[in-house]
């Protein structure tokens, strides 16, 4: 086993050019390589694509990893061709004579790795190919599609279990950044797993600060935000629906930002040009729902932004965790409010999933929204969520830079119980909220509500405060809604002891946030070796190769990978190949490129 460690840890330098391995890569490497089938649960950004890149390299035949998007197919294997790595992808962009081309390169052993998609591999005529090929591995990834109880189930995943009946004698590897122990055990049955050997890593993603805000206006705390922390910077802003998010990018783009829309309702035409503007330009802005990143390989996203609340953890840790992939500071921002749990309870209640499957979901929104009112840390709270271990405060973000207050909320609450109770239990936020603070709208007065004993007793709070109330109720389970249709409120048993004074509702204080100054640039992220200009040429140097290559400037180098070059300025090939991600392609490559430049600063 430690001449296998060495000459993994060898392949690992030469070609990827990195000195050692990270988290749990080594263990899933040589449980692969024992033959066993494995399920490897590692976070974003941790290097899954190593643990099945690297056994197809020191293994016989060809290595089939199942991917659910042709972008990310592109960017691995463009990517692994600059590592001179054999690969190749069979997907619907390729032409007949592409296709035809890759099935030969692969049927002649010149291909080690071949990328398709779940509906690919299992059309009778390709599956029938493959089972002619002498097969290594089957690699999937996003396993959690596999899953009911996963955040993003997806109904061609269903049928992969029937590989293993085709491939009993392949070991397969099961990859997903977010998967609880239900869905784990749920991802080994569905894919027919045997003897499965699990690996978890931490979730814990420090580099990422989380900050989340009750919603005031959206695009106007969002400019903010952006323009205080990222104005030269890559982001994801992620929205619910495809309206939202042309309306976004619009605003956006008025407001001087270089924002685009991506959604499913685009031609495909259109949403390729934006993912290839993504993955290759600066500073620019993608407004998606989220369909858009799974699976994405840019390293130096710095800012994720939710303008609507994501419906499970699972989902809000996978979305969030596409930013700072590289390590490097990056920032979780989001805004919330009481619309976002109505629309996203009424989408469930209204759905025709089953009732096992809506109780999973109710607990997991449940859970979402715990970890936005929480007043403690937040990442102690994430972490908690995915059953690990995490008992400091984190101090990187907003709960732990700025705690907040609790306060005594029960006499607002025991306002808005009885404005509810007085007004019939049948009326929304909207009417309650009216009710409350004295409202001369022509509901009120026609429906007489403006004689009741509670009109007007909260004119001294906003709309926003009552919502703020309304929103913590329902979460506590102090309020339900009794119609979906009409969105109106009705008690609980609970709301009497509330209403009574037996219990009390304690809220954390918000606060007015101050945005800092402190941008989390990619190209200032570590200028300890405070060589800025050397850096930008370095930038030219690397963006003018990913043109004349038509890649993205990542796939080149990283920025990690230009910072260190200005650290320990290489004068020769030799010294080059210590720079952190440069291997012996690249070193090849593209060395005399760079050295060039340093030797000239």
């Known amino acids: 086993m430690l001449n296998r460690d060495t000459e993994l840890k060898a392949l690992l330098s030469n070609y990827y050019g990195y000195p050692n391995f990270r988290f749990n890569q080594l263990k899933i490497i040589n449980s692969i390589l024992d ?176 900050t989340i805000e009750e919603r005031k206006n959206d695009i106007i705390q969002l400019d903010k935000f952006i323009t205080a922390n990222h104005e030269h910077d890559t982001g994801i802003v992620y929205c619910l629906s495809r309206k939202k998010v042309e309306k976004v990018a619009n605003e956006l783009c008025k407001l001087g930002h270089k924002a685009f829309p991506y959604h499913a309702g685009l031609s495909s035409t259109k949403r390729e040009r934006i993912q290839k503007k993504f993955s290759r330009e600066e500073n620019i802005i993608v407004v998606a729902t989220i369909a858009f990143g799974m699976g994405i390989d840019r390293p130096d996203v710095r800012f994720v932004a939710h303008l609507d609340l994501p419906k499970s953890i699972e989902g809000y840790y996978q979305e969030t965790g596409r930013a700072g992939r590289d390590g490097l500071e990056a920032n979780a921002w989001m805004v919330y409010g009481l619309q976002d749990v109505i629309k996203l309870s009424h989408m469930l209640e209204s759905s025709d999933a089953s009732e096992s499957y809506k109780n999973v979901a109710r607990t997991k929104l449940n859970a979402m929204l715990s970890l936005c009112e929480t007043s403690s840390c937040r990442r102690k709270y994430l972490l908690h969520y995915f059953e690990e271990k995490y008992d400091v405060n984190c101090n990187n973000c907003d709960s732990c830079l700025t705690p907040s207050e609790s306060w005594d909320a029960t006499i607002d609450a025991q306002k808005v119980l009885s404005a509810i109770y007085h007004t019939g239990q049948n009326f929304g936020a909207g009417h309650i909220i009216d009710v409350l603070r004295g409202s001369q709208n022509s509901k009120v007065l026609q429906r007489g509500h403006d004689q009741l004993s509670v009109y007007g007793i909260g004119k001294d709070q906003s709309n926003q405060h009552w919502n703020f109330i309304i929103r913590h109720l329902l979460h506590a389970k102090f309020l339900i809604i009794k119609n979906w249709e009409y969105r109106n409120f009705g008690l609980t048993p609970k709301s009497l002891s509330l209403l009574k004074g037996e219990e009390k509702l304690l809220l954390k204080q918000t606060k007015k946030r101050k945005f800092k100054n402190s941008k989390a640039k990619s190209s200032q992220a570590d200028l300890s070796h405070e060589r800025v200009d050397l850096f930008e040429k370095l930038r030219k140097i690397r963006k003018d190769l990913a043109e004349e290559n038509n890649v993205p400037p990542y796939i080149i180098f990283a920025d990690k990978s230009l910072h260190d070059m200005c650290h320990i300025l290489p004068r020769n090939k030799d010294e080059f190949l210590m720079v952190n991600g440069v291997g012996q392609s690249k070193c090849d490559r593209y060395a005399n490129y760079f050295l060039n430049a340093i030797n000239e600063h």
């Open 35 to 210: 033959g066993k089938d494995t399920l490897a649960i590692m976070p974003t950004g941790a290097g899954k694509s190593v643990c099945y890149q690297i056994p197809a390299l020191c293994s016989e035949g060809i290595s089939i990893i199942i991917s659910p998007l042709i972008s990310l197919m592109q960017d691995q294997v463009a990517n692994l061709k600059t590592l001179n790595i054999k690969a190749c992808f069979l997907n619907s962009t390729q032409t007949y004579q592409e296709r035809k081309d890759s099935l030969e390169e692969i049927e002649n052993g010149t291909i080690k790795i071949v990328y398709v998609s779940p509906e690919g591999i299992l059309s009778g005529q390709l599956l029938n190919f493959f089972l002619m090929q002498d097969v290594s591995l089957i690699a999937i990834d996003e396993a959690h599609c596999v899953s009911q109880w996963g955040h993003e189930f997806r109904n061609d995943y269903t049928r992969l279990g029937e590989l293993k009946e085709e491939f009993p004698d392949t070991p397969f590897l099961a990859l997903t950044a977010t998967a609880d122990k239900k869905t784990r055990s749920d991802i080994i049955n569905q894919l027919g797993l045997v003897d499965t050997e699990i690996f978890l890593n931490s979730f814990d993603r420090p580099n990422i600060k989380y």
